[in-house]
């Protein structure tokens, strides 16, 4: 058996020890407190943080300490649901946060092409307000010009100008042709067969130099409301074969080519050929057309061997020249050349008193060489 001093100092150990435990979980809830405390006002390690905290205008995004993280999670989530990681600041409650609302995105607006335009953007666009004032017809109506959505869905060519015409009579040309090549010149003979009646034509010409054929051609076709109107074109130069262009005027409406096969081209009213083209323009001055004065210009669709080609035509005006048979009074007309396209310039002269046949014909390269067709007979 122990004795009675040891029994009693043993007894005091435990009680001792007891305290001390008690001590220290008490210590330790404190600090546990203290911690979730310091936690939920966002200042930990902080003093007088809260009390001296400067109130903000965004939202508030606490930071969790690690202790509070490494806390037990049946603590943890007590203080979750009682609300207490979400509980504002007394010194916050004066200010409140407004969170903005979102942008209401509207969906993009098309335009009106019949509301209100400003001037500026009328200036710019093919657009009329339905408010405007359209040019009148020759009938007394109202046109609206096309819109910009209409033009674009509209894929086809615009037709050249049509124009009436009386065709000169039949006839036979001889030429005195010149060549200019680096300033030397070589003299030839060229020989037009123009035939025409009401039911069609045929043209057939030849180039002769040395007594060798350059360069023959021939156009044949009807007649319709705007001029002659070609079915087949063909011409052959002294090193190159026969090309031929083919006007389908039934239900194709084309223009194709033996050179070209893969470009056809959209057949439209009053298109002419090479050869074709001088007689209408022939006929469109016979015809006296209020459009055939000095400064105008003509817009005619001409097929080559390879492709058609808008050519504008200008009318110089009427002059005197010297061709092969004398001094002859004549309309000037000129085709402009094309050094990019490497397309001639054309000068062409039809005289009047001559039944506007062509009485001289001039096709300059854009290096100044150039080929002189001058009349010297008609039969």
């Given at each position: 058996?122990?004795?009675?001093?040891?029994?009693?100092?043993?007894?005091?150990?435990?009680?001792?020890?007891?305290?001390?435990?008690?001590?220290?979980?008490?210590?330790?809830?404190?600090?546990?407190?203290?911690?979730?405390?310091?936690?939920?006002?966002?200042?930990?390690?902080?003093?007088?943080?809260?009390?001296?905290?400067?109130?903000?205008?965004?939202?508030?995004?606490?930071?969790?300490?690690?202790?509070?993280?490494?806390?037990?999670?049946?603590a943890e989530s007590q203080q979750v649901r009682e609300g207490t990681l979400e509980k504002p600041l007394p010194s916050l409650k004066k200010r409140r946060v407004v969170?903005?609302?979102?942008?209401?995105?509207?969906?993009?607006?098309?335009?009106?092409?019949?509301?209100?335009?400003?001037?500026?953007?009328?200036?710019?666009?093919?657009?009329?307000?339905?408010?405007?004032?359209?040019?009148?017809?020759?009938?007394?109506?109202?046109?609206k010009p096309p819109t910009v959505v209409e033009q674009e869905i509209s894929s086809a060519p615009p037709s050249p100008t049509q124009y009436r015409i009386d065709l000169?009579?039949?006839?036979?040309?001889?030429?005195?042709?010149?060549?200019?090549?680096?300033?030397?010149?070589?003299?030839?003979?060229?020989v037009i067969d123009w035939q025409a009646d009401k039911t069609g034509y045929v043209i057939g010409g030849a180039i002769n130099k040395f007594g060798f054929a350059l360069?023959?051609?021939?156009?044949?076709?009807?007649?319709?409301?705007?001029?002659?109107?070609?079915?087949?074109?063909?011409?052959?130069?002294?090193?190159?074969?026969?090309?031929?262009?083919?006007?389908?005027?039934?239900?194709?409406?084309?223009?194709?080519?033996?050179?070209?096969?893969?470009?056809?081209?959209?057949?439209?009213?009053?298109?002419?050929?090479?050869?074709?083209?001088?007689?209408?323009?022939?006929?469109?001055?016979?015809?006296?057309?209020?459009?055939?004065?000095?400064?105008?210009?003509?817009?005619?669709?001409?097929?080559?061997?390879?492709?058609?080609?808008?050519?504008?035509?200008?009318?110089?005006?009427?002059?005197?020249?010297?061709?092969?048979?004398?001094?002859?009074?004549?309309?000037?007309?000129?085709?402009?050349?094309?050094?990019?396209?490497?397309?001639?310039?054309?000068?062409?002269?039809?005289?009047?008193?001559?039944?506007?046949?062509?009485?001289?014909?001039?096709?300059?390269?854009?290096?100044?060489?150039?080929?002189?067709?001058?009349?010297?007979?008609?039969?």
């Amino acid at each position: 058996m122990m004795p009675t001093n040891a029994r009693s100092r043993s007894r005091m150990i435990q009680k001792t020890r007891l305290a001390l435990r008690s001590l220290l979980v008490l210590a330790l809830s404190c600090l546990l407190h203290l911690l979730v405390l310091q936690a939920a006002t966002g200042h930990f390690g902080k003093p007088g943080a809260v009390t001296n905290a400067v109130p903000v205008m965004t939202a508030l995004v606490p930071t969790i300490p690690s202790a509070v993280l490494e806390s037990p999670p049946q603590a943890e989530s007590q203080q979750v649901r009682e609300g207490t990681l979400e509980k504002p600041l007394p010194s916050l409650k004066k200010r409140r946060v407004v969170k903005a609302a979102p942008p209401t995105i509207m969906p993009p607006q098309l335009p009106d092409v019949d509301s209100q335009i400003s001037n500026d953007h009328l200036a710019q666009s093919d657009v009329v307000p339905e408010n405007d004032v359209l040019p009148p017809t020759a009938a007394g109506g109202l046109v609206k010009p096309p819109t910009v959505v209409e033009q674009e869905i509209s894929s086809a060519p615009p037709s050249p100008t049509q124009y009436r015409i009386d065709l000169p009579p039949s006839a036979i040309l001889s030429y005195e042709v010149r060549y200019s090549t680096k300033g030397s010149i070589t003299v030839g003979s060229s020989v037009i067969d123009w035939q025409a009646d009401k039911t069609g034509y045929v043209i057939g010409g030849a180039i002769n130099k040395f007594g060798f054929a350059l360069s023959s051609f021939r156009s044949e076709g009807g007649l319709d409301d705007a001029g002659l109107a070609p079915t087949l074109y063909w011409e052959k130069n002294l090193r190159r074969p026969e090309m031929r262009t083919f006007f389908q005027r039934g239900a194709t409406q084309a223009i194709s080519f033996s050179a070209n096969s893969s470009s056809d081209v959209p057949l439209v009213p009053g298109v002419q050929d090479r050869a074709s083209i001088l007689w209408q323009l022939a006929g469109i001055g016979r015809a006296k057309d209020e459009q055939f004065f000095t400064g105008a210009t003509l817009d005619i669709l001409v097929a080559g061997v390879r492709d058609a080609q808008r050519w504008q035509i200008t009318i110089q005006g009427e002059e005197i020249i010297d061709i092969e048979s004398g001094k002859e009074r004549a309309w000037h007309l000129v085709r402009e050349g094309n050094s990019a396209t490497k397309d001639k310039r054309i000068d062409i002269w039809l005289a009047p008193e001559r039944q506007w046949h062509p009485v001289k014909l001039r096709y300059t390269e854009a290096n100044g060489d150039y080929l002189d067709l001058s009349l010297a007979s008609i039969k």
